[in-house]
């Protein structure tokens, strides 16, 4: 029988040669690769070598110019007490108490007594961790009454909480939006913004800062191409409520209408005006009375006027819903610590109880400060960022652009150190505002200062004069 098929006899033995050949490799290889065992005093030395580093630890964290002689912070923060941060600078051995100007703690709640009573009570409750992820284990009776607190307090159907303030917008704005969607979002919007847009993949398109015009514009563009492509892609606009960067506000009334006009989306990331602006604390959209339900994603943060950890996103039960299964940063994530949702709780409390004594008190303290640095005269090269009615507790005073063209950004980020190290010998503590390396923004040099609903009113008009007379001196030479 082989006699009429020759060659199916060589194919077999090929087969079987083969299959001996790379069944010996292995054997061969792992003799070869056999490793002796490391002594105890080798393992030993190993352990004694390694040192472990993050992530990009070699890549630069902030694009700020390098000062030469000066690192980006100069001191350790080792105590707060209402108004007063105390901090340990480098190559010091004894702790200065200074004005905090710095913190974004606007009612100082993170060291109110009555907020670190409920901490420790729920600590003894519950003990400190929550053990896994929301939708595991994760959930405790604190975090549902915290969503139920903000919920009611913004006047919407429901709440979700997050366990990290970058995370919630970061990760939100892809639970929402992909490859093929529309995002039209303001180009002077912070980094977790920028990092939820650059993640969710979708057509992302970047207005003027605060340009009405040109967003519109870019909405009618998004219109057309959904038009001749006959398909609806989901819109939306994301701004900020009182921008990071800058802290000015939104123009929030027109964007609504535009939205409503163009039929878009709104994704309202308002940190730093939730529990500041307002009669109420209810944030911008309180501000310009109107009601948090008309946002249709409304986005703060917990560490921020609350003085906790986390951030969370509010509005109607489906959309919320919808995060619980879809948003990254909340199915992924270990759930907050139930004494810090139980110190949110009784912080939030404390701003609904009494608006007068934080929120009143935070705009009209922020007030003062912006009209005395108004009145006291900026040197040429430098400006107040404006903001409506200004009422933002975050100011910043930025190096005008002629400025930089002229004396260069080495010499304007030079100079805003050494204020900011004048500041510090005068025990105010206020910092230079630093961009990371990710943001999408332009890295304008200004100084930051952050306003406190407790500063009395004195305090507050000195700090604004002595902050002004230090620019004057540096930057008049």
């Not at 006699?3 to 087969?15: A, D, L, R, T, W």
């Not at 943001?439 to 100084?447: F, I, K, T």
């Amino acid at each position: 029988e082989w006699e009429k098929h020759p060659y199916h006899i060589v194919i077999e033995v090929s087969f079987i040669a083969a299959f001996i050949y790379f069944y010996m490799i292995p054997l061969h290889k792992a003799k070869k690769m056999r490793v002796e065992p490391l002594t105890k005093k080798e393992e030993e030395g190993l352990l004694e070598e390694f040192h472990s580093e993050p992530f990009r630890s070699k890549n630069p964290d902030s694009n700020a110019v390098a000062i030469a002689g000066q690192p980006l912070v100069s001191y350790n923060v080792v105590g707060r007490s209402g108004v007063k941060i105390s901090i340990l600078p480098k190559h010091a051995s004894k702790a200065v108490e200074c004005l905090d100007l710095a913190t974004f703690d606007y009612h100082s709640l993170a060291t109110n007594e009555a907020v670190r009573d409920v901490a420790k009570r729920t600590v003894a409750a519950y003990g400190v961790g929550s053990c896994g992820p929301r939708g595991f284990y994760g959930t405790i009776k604190p975090h549902m009454d915290l969503e139920q607190d903000i919920a009611k307090f913004l006047g919407v159907d429901a709440c979700i909480i997050y366990s990290y303030g970058f995370a919630t917008i970061s990760t939100l704005i892809p639970c929402y939006a992909s490859r093929g969607d529309y995002l039209i979002v303001d180009d002077g919007s912070c980094l977790p913004i920028q990092e939820g847009c650059h993640l969710s993949r979708s057509h992302v398109s970047y207005y003027k800062h605060n340009d009405l015009f040109h967003l519109e514009e870019l909405m009618q563009s998004v219109v057309e191409k959904d038009s001749r492509s006959k398909k609806v892609s989901r819109r939306f606009v994301v701004t900020e409520g009182v921008f990071r960067n800058t802290g000015d506000l939104c123009m929030l009334p027109e964007i609504i209408t535009l939205c409503r006009k163009h039929k878009f989306r709104l994704i309202l990331e308002d940190s730093y005006g939730f529990g500041a602006l307002g009669a109420s604390g209810r944030g911008t959209p309180d501000h310009f009375k109107i009601a948090t339900s008309l946002v249709d994603i409304y986005v703060g943060s917990l560490s921020t006027a609350l003085g906790a950890v986390g951030g969370f996103c509010a509005g109607e039960a489906t959309m919320i819903d919808h995060q619980r299964l879809a948003a990254t940063g909340y199915v992924f994530s270990a759930s907050l610590p139930p004494y810090v949702t139980a110190a949110a709780s009784k912080a939030l409390a404390i701003i609904e109880s009494n608006p007068t004594d934080t929120c009143s008190a935070l705009q009209r303290n922020s007030a003062t400060m912006r009209k005395e640095i108004q009145l006291s005269r900026l040197p040429s090269g430098l400006h107040l960022v404006e903001c409506i009615d200004d009422i933002s507790p975050l100011i910043h005073i930025r190096v005008s652009q002629q400025y930089l063209a002229e004396h260069g950004r080495a010499t304007a980020e030079a100079k805003l150190a050494h204020v900011v190290q004048s500041l510090e010998a005068r025990k105010i503590l206020a910092v230079r505002q630093l961009y990371t390396i990710e943001e999408r923004v332009p890295n304008v040099p200004s100084l930051r200062i952050v306003v406190k609903a407790e500063l009395p009113s004195s305090e507050v008009v000195s700090s604004a004069r002595t902050v002004v007379a230090l620019l004057r001196g540096e930057f008049s030479r």
